[in-house]
């Protein structure tokens, strides 16, 4: 397994995590540029620990940004935020933290926990709370296991920090965190769940960092030798492609928080079945010719066919030319709690059931 | 001065309260009944004390609701919000309050750090921030002063609670706060600013307790002499009246947290110049013909000539004989400084200059 993120790593590291972002999680770009920035300037590796190594009784807290995508492209965070949230927490209950936790993988979003232990000097674990990205709070294995989401911290780059001391719903927490996060501008740090070592332990999807650079160590692989690498990624994460085409319309709307919308991708050659994918900021079902091919939480992932790069939601554009890869969820995300949360109905399709691929994850 | 507030005490206070609410604050009937039930239940009277009583070096803190007077009058508080809003804040902080404080006299918010003072056994100052009552966060003497307005904690009925740790200015406390509170259902417990003694000094308006419960007097003694308590009462606070006549028309609606609205007022009589006044929860502008009498920060209050009662703007209907009354705001209101924030442009009337009535409130 990874035991650090150096330089040389960054790069796998963000296409792995972009493509499990599933269109989500935030620009990887964005993301490996800063954690590039961060390990020049202060000269020192991120240091991966497993899950295992985090003592019991130990304090961690799980890190990233709450926000829209297509926000996220363009109002840039100034650097601090992580920090002004992780100590606003730290001071709140009186106690600091051992290691960080990854909320989610997907995205910028898996990066972003290695720029916060740069920044405090924590080490971070090989993991996450969701094995991907999901739109909203509540959707991770640590709430579903029924770890308080509260207290956490919202931070802004003004310093504007708050702290939900306590809300009597993960619900809630999604509803007034995206609240306020649309307020301070569509784009936050969040700080969120604080755990012991033994909740995490109890919880965390193992290994979510270290395949996030396997995969983008096979995309890096086929670039330089010309290959499409869609076919061994999918395979690495037990999954398959479900489609090659280009993208021919994208509808996308930034509303109360979030990037929604639908994009078609019409199939090279002669076929006339076109793939339809709804997305809230992450891709959630996938139909091809009508029928449902994927949907949540399997991964729906889409690919540049030119060059393997994941292409996230906010970057669909008419003509891409993409693979989309169907990946079986982490079976943490089957269970029937965790289906609840995170299967087609809790994303408003009650009539589309959820018809698992084959095999999981990892 | 008054030095402690007894089931004796209430009905006066809560008029005076209202009055001074000038429309907004709070709807003081619901406010005086659950202070009343408060006072039977523990037994004990509420102690006041002058500000001049607390240590320089004290920690006291406000409290009050934040909301629209027209979701108050539906959406009833459980009773518990004030205690978690302290007691998490105080949590945060680390220190305990000596004394609470009013945040705005007028309207239910008057009587409110009453109730909370029983619950937790803590006096409460003969003061406020503001003399009156005004819809926004920033528009006390001690934000004016430069009092930091975080940290602070807002609570709902469900023992939801959230501490703003730290906010890099007023207008961004009342924008998150608001935001927030819409969430939370339209009304919620806060507490905030958090004073040293040498600060609650140094900016209070001294007296307005004491103020509220000598109004409230007049019109309990008018009532039982079947007078018309308008003139005394203006003459109390230095004002006069501005109007008598018939409500003809009320625009009201509620949005973004705010009872905004119009209402017409036609004389009694054959004169047949109309009085119209417009309200954001408080009453702002008075014309008088289509020229205005008194603004902001100027009170102007509407009291119903059947009893004296004050008519918030949440009760404002078509029918009610009403004498409006034009109080002038206190000294600490008129400065250049507290101008800026509480004047006619910052309630989006730049065009209308403050022509403040002779005198002062207190």
Redesign the interface.
Known sequence: MLRQVALEDTHAVAIGAGILGTGGGGNTYLGRIWLEQELRQRGVNCTVIAADDVADDAMVCAIGTMGAPTVGIEKLLRGSEFVTALR?LE??IGSSFAALVVSEIGGSNGLRPLIAGLQLGLPVVDGDGMGRAFPELQMDTFAIGGVPLTPM?LADS???????????SPL?AE??AR??T???GGSAALAMPVMSGEQLKRFVIRGTLSLAKRMGDVVLASRLRGADAADEVASLANGRVLFRGKVVDVERRTTRGFARGKLTIAPFGGADEVMDIVFQNENLVAWLGGEVVCTVPDLICILNLEDGEPIGTELLRYGLRVAVLGLPAPIELKTPEALAVVGPEAFGYPAIPFQPLPGNLL
Request: aromatic fraction near 8%.
């Open positions: 606003t001071d709140h911290a003004h310093g504007n920090a708050v702290v939900f001391h306590h809300l009597d809630k509803q007034y609240s306020l649309v307020e301070l």
